[in-house]
């Protein structure tokens, strides 16, 4: 299990999970515990570490297919809880395809920083200034 010094390094592995389509450095980035919550754009509360990893291998399996780009991410750290808020752009073959909202809360325990909660929703009113195209794998 890779230890996450700060709740940034955990969200850049999560979102590099996602774009690689890694189930492995997925779970890695999670908490194993059964108190991780994860809710999906447009889906249902998922409640317990094997009902978040059932999604993501579903989500997963389709393979490499989005780039995401975060940006207006605001940080609030409490001892060992920290909360970002954040707008996810989502590219696929170099355009932006939509922007979601999303709240990643990470915890602090004796194996670092870990991801206990994802919520995301699409975003109701974008910002006007689209954020550049990503420029190939990072």
């Known amino acids: 299990m890779r230890a996450y010094d700060s709740p940034e390094q955990a969200e850049a592995a999560f979102y590099d999970a996602f ?5 492995d450095a997925m779970r890695d980035v999670w908490a194993d ?6 809710i999906h754009p447009g889906g249902e509360r998922l409640d317990g570490v094997a009902a978040v990893m059932d999604s993501w291998a579903a989500i997963l399996a389709q393979g490499p297919v989005l780039r995401v780009r975060i940006s207006h991410r605001r940080t609030r750290v409490s001892g060992d809880l920290a909360v970002h808020v954040l707008r996810e752009n989502l590219y ?5 395809r939509g922007i979601v909202l999303a709240t990643n809360v990470y915890r602090r325990d004796e194996n670092g920083w870990r991801m206990v909660l994802h919520h ?6 974008p910002p006007e200034i689209e954020p550049p195209a990503p420029a190939g794998v990072h």
């Open 19 to 23: 774009e690689r389509a890694d189930l």
């Open 92 to 96: 696929s073959d170099g355009a932006l």
């Open 120 to 125: 995301a929703a699409p975003d109701p009113s």
């Open 33 to 38: 515990d059964r108190h991780v919550c994860c």
